[in-house]
Nanobody, 126 residues
Framework: QVQLVESGGGLVQAGGSLRLSCAAS????????MGWFRQAPGKEREFVAA???????????AYADSVKGRFTISRDNAKNTVSLQMNSLKPEDTAVYYC????????????????WGQGTQVTVSS
């Protein structure tokens, strides 16, 4: 069982930055694929970024095209945390952001993720 708690959301002007954090419980955190998804009002939940182990000492990050070059996902296995640094924010980034943990081959496939946080609101004003 893994419990996820997000923090760091808020209101920011376009062009600004925010850093989201997700604290995870559980002793096997390092084995999970950790992802960030978001859901805007009236829209479906969409993939933002994920980070997974590619070999014992290296993790691989994947991003949605819409955030590539602006967002950076990272993880600290010693602290059981995953973060999402969001730079150059745009009004279209406004959404509730969810942290998720799963074990499977597809980074951007929401049903692959078994555990979800409660979400944190990010609002970007123009």
């Amino acid at each position: 069982q893994v419990q996820l708690v997000e923090s760091g959301g808020g209101l920011v002007q376009a062009g600004g930055s925010l850093r989201l954090s997700c604290a995870a419980s559980g002793r096997t955190f390092s084995s999970y694929v950790m992802g960030w998804f978001r859901q805007a009002p009236g829209k479906e939940r969409e993939f933002v970024a994920a980070i997974r182990r590619s070999n014992p000492n290296t993790y691989y990050a994947a991003y949605a095209d819409s955030v590539k070059g602006r967002f950076t996902i990272s993880r600290d296995n010693a602290k059981n945390t995953v973060s999402l640094q969001m730079n150059s924010l745009k009004p279209e980034d406004t959404a509730v952001y969810y942290c998720a943990a799963g074990q499977g081959p597809k980074n951007d496939y929401a049903p692959m993720y078994d555990y979800w946080g409660q979400g944190t609101q990010v609002t970007v004003s123009s």
